[in-house]
């Protein structure tokens, strides 16, 4: 998951854009010619032309190669109006180094505007310095600007160009000597539209952005009034996706979130003076209705909605302050109900929501608690309203075990009603005891886990293994934990901020934890733990890639942290996320038959691994004895995370057999390496669900290491011997399941 700039290669691309030279690229502000916004913004007429005539056939990358000009990678100059507040940027997550977001945005307009109009005139600047330089401009400051134009470029399915400034350094934007701009002047005003001004209808029925309209309104500040919010939904993280259609017009655009007024997913980090919102104040639109709304559109190829073709084609709208989103009328306002302080037991729950009327002419009439109980039964609840705009309920006690899922329903005094998205507990009687209560989702399905949000010290006593522990390429500590010796499903969880102390084997009794999701990972940190003993870490799971492989997302979600290794494997993707040239972000695929309909990523997120490493070692077809390491999830992708080097198995023809994940056999196989010093790999198989017990004897037949011992599943198991404390010399390894002994002789040799 190494960080990558992709450029395209401007070489390849029409209407003459021309790859900006080595020496303009290291061209400092003196040199930098003074432009315009707009001639920055502007994609040649040519180019235009193809994209309105290829309309529906449009693919993503025809659009990135042709929304370019020749001042891309180039350093320019121009002077501009401030037009956001930089206290409002949420566009990237926070740095606890610098103290402030790794990226700055703001919204500037091209002074010249004033002559020259204002189509084409407002662009982004995003601060990547680390020195705050934005913070030295306020809305209404008239700035000098030198920066490279560095548009952000999507990627494989997303056909976004959107338009950006990168300051050179932390000198290279200054306050111009000129008075500042009040917000009630021409210049910062936003041009009234509506959706069809920027977007049409295609005769799939699916909307597009209006190339037409593309160097006029790239970036623009504008407005729309009396619009319908054709739906809204708050999605992961408490995300708002957001869809508008003008009255009257066909097509649409949607909304982003950039504005840390309408982003619900920063409160855990971001620090004053960013206008963060708080938890207990989130941004919730209605679910439908008519607003007034303005703000930036940018082309971030965003389409949660799926009504573009291709999907992300189209503007979406960023408002910046809170007034830049007014309902006009709608049905209730609700917020997500409350979920638990802590780990429910025999008791009811009180549950609290925010309620108000969407249209101000309105009231409401009632608000009701939803409930159901995955062991059987279900209710209804009247919530009672406590204070100003706070309804509280309780749900009756529910069995120990019992998932209880439950949302809440407005009706206003028209009979228009809203309910809220759903919530999850989990009822457990004697608190957390297992991994399985952290990662099992209700539905068995992906989703988080019932716990999101808990801190506890005192719900939760749970041993464990560590099977993983390594630097991530962001320089942060990650470990693996798992619970069950038998490798059943949802007994693996991935360990974020993890202690230095934290190696693998060691056994640990966890009396404190912190729950929490990663953009649909679980994670668990702020760890409150003992070492209990060390050893080895049980073996990794096999299994076939075409099980994991997305048809079966429920499987895919079970397995999220544990250790798995797949055999003989066969490369077929280098790079999965862009041509097989470039490194992209880190990511290959491979599959036991070299079949991508069975394929499973990996990802290069250890530092152990260079951010070129996929296309360096890796080659479409080539076959490798394993690929091994722990299962994650990030960028809407399950993969797995090979942890050292060796987790990559040596190269080896892609025409031997595939290795079946479950055997139905019992076997030992020969060590590896063998001879060894200090350590070796034993591989074997279980046949039938049992206990199983491996061990290490030296030739007097004394008991030198335990490396399993408990109920194993039928699978093809791996374990690890490290002999770093023993002499030289032979060793017996023993294995003894299903009334069955195998055994063979090892050498160590130092």
């Not at 003894?736 to 130092?750: C, F, N, P, R």
Request: glycine fraction near 10%.
């Amino acid at each position: 998951m190494k960080t990558a700039t992709r450029l395209f290669a401007l070489g390849v691309l029409v209407a003459g854009a021309l790859a900006p030279t080595a020496a303009v690229r290291a061209q400092g502000c003196t040199t930098a010619p003074r432009v315009t916004v707009r001639q920055i913004h502007a994609i040649p007429q040519a180019n235009i032309d193809q994209l309105m005539a290829a309309g529906q056939s449009l693919t993503p990358d025809q659009i990135r190669n042709l929304l370019v000009n020749d001042f891309y990678g180039d350093i320019v100059k121009f002077t501009a109006v401030v037009m956001s507040d930089w206290r409002n940027s949420g566009l990237a997550s926070w740095n606890s180094g610098t103290n402030m977001p790794n990226r700055i945005h703001v919204f500037v307009r091209d002074t010249t505007a004033r002559s020259q109009g204002v189509n084409g005139m407002t662009i982004q600047i995003v601060d990547d310095t680390g020195t705050g330089l934005i913070q030295n401009f306020e809305k209404g400051d008239v700035i000098d600007v030198c920066g490279e134009v560095a548009p952000f470029v999507g990627t494989g399915s997303n056909p976004s160009v959107n338009m950006q400034i990168n300051p050179v350094d932390g000198t290279s934007i200054t306050l111009a000597s000129v008075p500042s701009v009040p917000e009630s002047d021409p210049l910062r005003q936003p041009v009234l539209i509506t959706t069809d001004d920027i977007t049409r209808l295609l005769p799939n029925g699916r909307s597009q952005l209006l190339w037409s309209a593309y160097n006029a309104y790239h970036n623009q500040y504008v407005r729309m009034e009396n619009t319908t919010l054709v739906q809204s939904v708050v999605g992961t993280n408490e995300r708002v996706n957001m869809l508008f259609q003008s009255i009257g017009d066909q097509s649409q655009i949607t909304f982003h979130d950039i504005s840390l007024r309408f982003r619900n997913d920063r409160d855990g980090s971001y620090q004053p003076p960013y206008n963060v919102r708080p938890p207990e104040d989130p941004f919730i639109p209605p679910t439908t209705g008519t607003v007034n709304i303005q703000g930036f559109l940018v082309y971030q190829g965003f389409d949660f909605f799926d009504v573009t073709t291709p999907r992300g084609a189209v503007f979406s709208i960023d408002p910046m302050e809170d007034s830049d989103f007014e309902v006009i009328t709608g049905p209730p306002i609700v917020t997500d109900p409350s979920r638990p302080d802590g780990v429910p037991g025999n008791a009811p729950v009180t549950i609290t929501v925010t309620a108000v009327v969407g249209d101000p002419t309105r009231t409401l009439t009632s608000v009701v608690l939803n409930y159901a109980f995955s062991t059987g039964g279900s209710g209804q609840v009247n919530m009672v309203n406590t204070t100003g705009d706070e309804w509280e309920g309780q749900i009756p006690a529910a069995p120990d075990g019992a998932f209880v899922t439950y949302s809440v329903t407005a009706t206003d005094n028209t009979g228009a009603s809203t309910t809220s998205g759903e919530e999850v507990y989990r009822v457990l009687y004697g608190g957390i005891t297992n991994i399985e209560h952290i990662q099992r989702t209700s539905t068995g399905l992906p989703g988080e886990s019932p716990f999101n949000g808990l801190t506890t010290t005192t719900q939760i006593n749970l041993d464990a293994v560590v099977q993983a522990a390594f630097t991530g390429d962001d320089g942060n500590r990650y470990a693996v934990l798992q619970d069950d010796p038998g490798l059943g499903e949802w007994t693996g969880v991935w360990v974020f901020q993890a202690d230095a102390a934290l190696a693998p084997g060691d056994r640990i009794t966890i009396t404190g934890a912190t729950v929490s999701e990663f953009f649909g990972l679980t994670q668990v940190t702020d760890l409150t733990f003992t070492e209990t003993s060390t050893g080895a870490p049980y073996p990794h799971k096999v299994l076939p890639t075409g099980v994991l492989n997305g048809d079966d997302p429920g499987l895919q979600e079970a397995h999220e942290g544990m250790m798995l290794r797949f055999s003989h494997i066969i490369i077929t993707d280098v790079n999965a996320d862009g041509p097989d040239t470039e490194p992209g972000f880190g990511e290959w695929a491979f599959a036991n038959d070299g079949n991508p309909a069975n394929d499973v990523r990996a990802d290069d997120f250890s530092d152990a691994f260079g951010p070129s490493y996929n296309i360096e070692n890796f080659t479409v077809g080539q076959g490798r004895t394993h690929m091994q390491g722990g299962w994650y999830f990030s960028f809407s992708n399950f993969k797995l995370i090979p942890i050292v080097p060796s987790d990559v198995g040596g190269i080896v023809n892609s025409n031997e057999p595939v290795e079946p994940g479950v055997p139905g056999r019992f076997a030992l196989e020969r060590a590896y390496p063998n001879p060894f010093n200090p350590a070796t790999t034993i591989r074997y198989s279980v046949g039938a669900a049992g206990p199983v017990r491996l061990a290490v004897y030296d030739v007097t037949g004394r008991e030198v290491a335990v490396l399993v011992d408990g109920p194993l599943a039928p699978s093809v198991y791996e374990a690890t011997f490290d002999a770093s404390g023993l002499a030289s010399g032979v060793y017996v390894v023993r294995l003894a399941a299903g009334g069955q002994v195998l055994s063979h002789t090892i050498t160590l040799l130092k």
